[in-house]
Nanobody, 124 residues
């Protein structure tokens, strides 16, 4: 079983940057694909980015491509989401998720473990 804890959210002005972290418990972090999803008020949870268990493949939603970067540090059991050129429409609660031996799929249903979320607010 994996426990995930997100951090790094906050309030930032449009055009600014934030780096989210997702710390995972356990010794098997390297076996999990990691993903970031987000949910804005009144909207469904949506896929943001994912990285395969091997780290060799990354995937992004069109809305964040070129602005966000997902990465992982298996030695630290941590996944990251670097967010640059933030826009007000990026405002949401951001969740990290883990999928055993995953390739970085987009559907939320394939992910077995979820964090509690961290709020990101981008002011205009």
């Amino acid at each position: 079983q994996v426990q995930l804890v997100e951090s790094g959210g906050g309030l930032v002005q449009a055009g600014g940057s934030l780096r989210l972290s997702c710390a995972a418990s356990g010794r098997t972090f390297s076996k999990y694909a990691m993903a970031w999803f987000r949910q804005a008020p009144g909207k469904e949870r949506e896929f943001v980015a994912a990285i395969s268990w091997s780290g060799s493949s990354t995937y992004y939603a069109d809305s964040v491509k070129g602005r966000f970067t997902i990465s992982r540090d298996n030695a630290k059991n941590t996944a990251y989401l670097q967010m640059n050129s933030l826009k007000p429409e990026d405002t949401a609660v951001y969740y990290c998720a883990a999928d055993l031996w995953g390739l970085g799929s987009r559907p939320a249903s394939v992910y077995d473990y979820w964090g509690q979320g961290t709020q990101v607010t981008v002011s205009s």
